[in-house]
């Protein structure tokens, strides 16, 4: 019986949600192989990760550093462990919300205007706000976390928002604000092609998706979203296609905000939460999809096995 590793922890805040989605992931598994939890962290991860662990392959689950960077699977290729995520070049640009967004950019899809900054950097404020106006968002753009996000409001708090950000991140961007619906969509590659899952709407009750409206129930996640039919087929449109240009493999969810009908892309991620009370199972549910045959066809369709 082939054993695959699902591995899991990491080094970001996101550590718990990750074993959340890992466990998650392991109560469907498929029942043709083996699996077994490699649960990492910034102290054991060379002694988990060695090839002492006797896997045949791997299913990458670390939210943010090191595995939604994709330093993980540069490491697995170099022991060559085959594993079903996006690989190192799909993972790193991907991660990086400003790079990703700008390469889809010259691709011609929508983006909001942003401006990117390194830690050291002088921040001028005002020219900051009078550029992207308020209020505006600021995000760590290298951590692939729900954390060190704010939604700027007034002049006197955007010191403080950037401080926070760079809390979880070496790089930030100051985004405009898109005042519209925001949507995510599923997409994974079948034996059938590149699919996507049926659109979530997202309605937070706090300012916007962060992690209280993610994993603390501070939002309403309604699937299939409330949009109009063109406005559903343009973003899996979308999607589809940015997954192809980002040769992504496996399951991928990216994040719309629909702006008078006009799908804005906001951030791909790479490793979707798939927690209980995350919101690629209950697209996968709302398919009429079972979980275990989800990942047994991933499964089939990455590893062939």
């Known amino acids: 019986m082939k054993r695959v590793g699902i591995i899991c922890g990491g080094f970001s805040s996101e550590y718990d949600i990750s074993v959340k989605s890992a466990n998650t992931i392991l109560k469907h598994f498929p029942e043709h192989l083996q699996c077994v939890l490699i649960e990492i962290n910034q102290e054991n991860w060379r002694e988990k990760l060695t ?6 392959a791997a299913i990458v689950y670390t939210h943010g550093n090191p595995g939604e960077n994709g ?10 462990i085959p594993f079903v995520n996006s690989g190192v070049l799909s993972s790193a640009l991907s991660f ?6 700008q390469f889809l950019k010259g691709f011609g899809f929508e983006i909001a205007q942003s401006k990117r900054f390194l830690k050291g950097d002088i921040i001028d404020l005002d020219q900051l706000i ?15 976390s729900s954390f060190g996000i704010s939604k700027v409001k007034s002049p006197s708090t955007l010191d403080d928002a950037i401080a926070a950000a760079f809390k ?13 619906t925001e949507v995510t969509c599923g997409v994974f590659k079948s034996r059938n092609g590149i ?26 996640e309604i699937t299939p979203a409330r949009i109009s039919e063109a406005a559903q087929r343009l973003i899996e449109q979308k999607a589809k296609e940015i997954y192809s240009i980002l040769n992504l493999r496996s399951i991928a ?7 008078n009908e006009v799908p804005f892309v906001i951030e791909v991620n790479t490793t979707p939460g798939f927690s209980d009370q995350s919101i690629v199972p ?19 369709v990455e590893l062939g096995m």
């Not at 990086?96 to 967004?101: F, G, P, T, V």
């Not at 969810?253 to 702006?259: E, G, P």
């Open 253 to 259: 969810r990216i994040d719309f905000m629909l702006v």
């Open 51 to 56: 090839i002492e662990n006797q896997i045949d």
């Open 71 to 80: 330093l993980i699977q540069a490491y697995l290729e170099m022991l060559q």
């Open 195 to 220: 699919k996507s899952l049926p659109l979530t709407e997202i309605v937070s009750e706090t300012d916007f998706f962060d992690y209280a409206a993610k994993y603390q129930g501070k939002s309403q």
């Open 130 to 144: 009078g550029q992207l106006g308020l209020p505006l968002f600021i995000k760590p753009t290298d951590s692939g």
């Open 282 to 300: 209950k697209m996968i549910e709302v398919a009429g999809m079972e979980i275990t045959e989800f990942w047994k066809e991933i499964i089939s």
């Open 96 to 101: 990086d919300k400003w790079y990703c967004n």
């Open 168 to 180: 979880e991140g070496n790089s930030i961007v100051a985004e405009q604000f898109l005042n519209g």
